[in-house]
Every structure is written in structure tokens, then in C-alpha cells.
């Protein structure tokens, strides 16, 4: 089990189970019109891939440019997410 967690297969596994996440509920979304739209979801899954592509850096002892990278692209597409949903809800609450 310490194998499984310290390697990057269950990384690995878990972007793969993001990927499929997307992608379902972008269909969900396309056919029934409901839940969140893709564009909605993109930062949110891209800052969530991007930490699990900085772990994966770690677990392989990758050189510390690598993981401030992924932590750095992480953030960006945090905040770019964190943005679009202000901008958004400052619309949508005024009169």
C-alpha cells in the first residue's frame, strides 16, 4: 500500500478520474442543460490537475522547478476561476 501512495500511479489514477469527471459533467451539462457548463468548470479542474501534477513532481523527486511550475499554474488558474465567479455574482446582484 506505501508502493501505491508514495508512486505516482495513484496521481496518475486520480487525473485520469478528473479527466472523466470533466468530461462527464460537460455531457451532462450538453444534454440536459443542467448542472455547470464547461467553461465554468475549466479553472476549477485545471487548479485541481494542476496540485496533483505538482505532487506527482514530488513523489518522482523532480527538481524543485518543476514543482513550483505546477504549484505556480495551480494558483493561475485559481485565481482566474476565483475572477470569472466574482465578476459574475457582482452582476448578477445588482439591480
Not at 505532487?55 to 518522482?60: D, H, K, P
Amino acid at each position: 500500500m506505501e508502493d501505491l501512495v508514495t508512486s505516482a500511479r495513484l496521481v496518475d489514477f486520480i487525473l485520469v478520474l478528473v479527466l472523466v469527471e470533466g468530461a462527464g459533467l460537460w455531457l451532462w451539462h450538453r444534454l440536459t442543460g443542467q448542472g455547470v457548463a464547461g467553461r465554468e468548470l475549466i479553472g476549477l479542474l485545471l487548479a485541481g490537475a494542476f496540485l496533483l501534477l505538482a505532487l506527482r513532481a514530488a513523489l518522482q523527486h523532480a527538481g524543485w522547478e518543476w514543482i513550483a511550475l505546477w504549484l505556480t499554474l495551480a494558483l493561475i488558474a485559481h485565481l482566474a476561476d476565483l475572477i470569472m465567479r466574482w465578476r459574475r455574482g457582482s452582476r448578477g446582484d445588482r439591480p
